[in-house]
């Protein structure tokens, strides 16, 4: 448990799934949201995997984050979130990758205090990367100013050495890296026109940019 000024994080449990669908509701279309049961057996197949951030003086939840086991080749290869998603997990010594299945939150700070929980967490636990499917908020404007140009040239493109996208570099900021691939109709997003770029972040980049992280030139 980790409690910081008014946030408290800590694994979330079933009795959390009221709390958890107040936030699904808030941050995402009908379309786009869990439901209790899939929240619920998220949680029980993977209760140390499964993360919250709530304000100490109302209860609400402000963050959630859940993730599985995934193997890379699946997390790269796969047409879809929801293919990741219902993938078997794999065995344990057999994988040392995680596939981050939702992040939602209202409250940024959250955030932060659930990557810090969490990240050093999963790496004690020999998981050495993470994969999600991001969504890309620029694209629809983009393609509507570039009809003709592949859509990978926009998700592959950086300037200064960031991505294009809002989202990517977002993600960029928190050490994720790579980017896996580009993927068509990986999972309802209309500003994304339904695309994702899948990317990966290694444990000692996402540890690193944490705040307050040491600078490793410095070390």
């Known amino acids: 448990m980790n409690v910081s000024d008014d946030v408290e994080v800590r694994f979330l449990r079933p009795d959390d799934a009221e709390g958890l669908m107040a936030l699904e509701e808030a941050k995402w279309t009908e379309e786009q949201s869990a439901g209790r049961e899939d929240l619920v057996q998220r949680i029980e197949e993977n209760p140390h995997l499964c993360v919250g951030a709530f304000s100490l003086t109302t209860g609400e939840v402000l963050t959630s984050l859940f993730t599985k086991p995934i193997t890379a080749e699946k997390a790269r290869t796969a047409l879809s979130w929801e293919e990741c998603v219902n993938a078997e997990s794999p065995d344990p010594h057999a994988s ?17 205090a659930v990557f810090t929980f969490f990240l050093p967490h999963i790496s004690a636990l020999g998981y050495r990367e993470v994969y999600l499917g991001s969504p890309l908020p620029g694209l629809s404007a983009w393609k509507s100013a570039n009809p003709e140009v592949p859509v990978g040239e926009y998700v592959y493109a950086k300037r200064n050495g ?31 026109l339904n ?11 996402l540890i690193q940019a944490l705040p307050g992280a040491a600078d490793p030139a410095r070390s």
Do not use: N
């Not at 695309?195 to 980049?205: E, K, Q, S, T």
């Open 195 to 205: 695309h994702a770029a899948v990317i990966r972040g290694a444990l000692p980049d």
């Open 162 to 192: 960031l991505p294009l996208d809002p989202q990517l570099r977002y993600y960029h900021s928190k050490g994720f890296q790579s980017i896996a691939a580009c993927k068509p109709d990986y999972f309802p997003h209309e500003r994304s």
């Open 96 to 112: 040392r990758s995680l596939f981050g299945i939702s992040l939602s939150s209202i409250d940024g700070d959250a955030v932060t």
